[in-house]
């Protein structure tokens, strides 16, 4: 088999490391070549806690990849997640260098570095910038400056930071593999450039990937990034409560969830009673287990609105909420999703993919693997995937992270 040319998404989550690769076919569409996932323990919540152990997990399952596509990887796009990931909105101001007055890409750099440059707490550092409008002479509401008249550029942009250490660990457990990263995304992105549309992020949409472990949140309107966080419930709480509030093994939840589970008990529904038979036979009627998974479901969707009431979106967002990651295929999740949020609401399937399962699940993975074609087809992917990051995205700021973290 000859070489060709391959784009490989990394997906470190709470429960399983997954990873896809493909190739491009046409300008719309990639072909998969062959996807791979691996339970994993050493992540906590989104974040890695025992880096060699997840470097050997990680390696195993390259292993594995390569054997099937027999060609190396070199280089994987990778996400970030858990609850550390912060967002905040800044502001940024230069005067136009060039004696025109002409605004050149040196002073929208400028700008963005301005915009970012403000104090952080201790072991917190910032790693992307996306701008939300720039100003100039005071006029706002401009998306591309660059070539306009002016004397002074402004810039209003959202910031992302991190937990420093948790950052090193995620990329020391890359490296440990010789895999380089061409990108780091943090996850609800990745998941956005996967399952919304450019017209839902410019009426306003919420993403909301339901992980194992978090839940991430990413807002756009008006095509921008306004808001993110990444919230510490996910499904694997659902299921350590029915662990607890069925009396039973948290493997045999995890099969009632999948089996039987639902986020709402409907009129009219028989109160059938459910057995399962394990060594010792364990009988619940179905409205309990309902009534388990809707409370801790409605507690993630309680904390969504709490985010969008922090930016003025709460339940002002046109194009609504699009639900993804493997929690959201809970059934009647979208129900329950409309109840509590009071707005549309649809689960968000991966697009962009020849020979691939639609399935919410591999929305990050997807995601990244998108997200690098972007940045390998354009200097400047801001258009297609509305993932602003200085330029050429993160590659400028991984390789200040290597300097920090690589010894």
Not at 374 to 385: A, I, N, Q, T, V
Request: aromatic share 4%; hydrophobic share 40%.
């Amino acid at each position: 088999m000859s070489k060709i040319h391959i784009i490989t998404g990394l997906d470190i989550g709470t429960s399983a490391i997954k990873i896809l690769v493909a190739q491009k076919t046409s300008e719309e569409e990639l072909e998969v070549l062959t996807s791979f996932q691996q339970p994993v323990n050493g992540v906590k919540r989104g974040v890695v806690i025992d880096v060699e152990e997840v470097s050997d997990v990680l390696q195993s399952v390259l292993n594995k990849i390569q054997e099937d596509i027999t060609q190396k990887i070199n280089s994987v796009y990778v996400n970030v997640g858990g609850s550390h990931i912060f967002s905040t909105s800044s502001h940024g101001l230069v005067s136009v260098s060039r004696a025109d007055q002409k605004i050149s890409k040196e002073d929208v750099d400028r700008v963005l570095q301005a915009a970012q440059t403000f104090s952080l707490p201790s072991n917190k550092e910032n790693f992307a910038v996306f701008p939300k409008e720039f100003i100039v002479d005071k006029e706002g509401g401009i998306k591309q400056p660059l070539g306009m008249e002016g004397v002074r550029l402004e810039a209003e942009v959202l910031v992302l930071g991190a937990f420093s250490p948790y950052l090193k660990n995620l990329t020391q457990t890359v490296l440990n593999t010789d895999l380089q990263i061409s990108d780091i995304t943090a996850s609800p992105l990745a998941s956005s450039r996967a399952v919304l549309t450019p017209r839902q992020k410019e009426l306003g949409v919420a993403l909301l990937d339901i992980g194992a472990g978090t839940s991430g949140l990413a807002v756009f309107d008006e095509g921008n990034l306004i808001h993110l966080a990444v919230l510490p419930i996910g499904s694997a709480n659902i299921t350590n409560d029915i662990a607890i509030g069925l009396k039973t093994d948290i493997d045999i939840a995890e099969r009632i969830k999948i089996g039987y589970g639902s986020c709402l008990w409907q009129r009219g529904e028989k109160k059938e009673k459910i057995e399962i038979d394990e060594t010792e036979p364990l009988i619940f009627p179905q409205k309990k287990l309902i009534n388990i998974i809707e409370a801790r479901v409605s507690e993630i969707f309680e904390e969504v609105n709490k985010e969008l009431k922090k930016i003025g979106k709460e339940k002002l967002l046109p194009a609504g909420i699009v639900l993804t990651g493997g929690g959201s295929k809970l059934p009647k999740m979208v129900d329950l999703a409309k109840k509590e949020l009071s707005l549309p609401c649809r689960i968000g399937r991966p697009q962009g993919f020849l020979n691939l399962e639609k399935d919410p699940s591999l929305a990050t993975v997807c995601g990244l693997v998108l997200g690098g074609n972007d940045l390998e087809d354009k200097e400047d992917w801001s258009g297609k995937s509305g993932l602003v990051i200085f330029g050429k995205g993160l590659g400028a700021k991984i390789k200040k992270i290597f300097k920090v973290f690589v010894p």
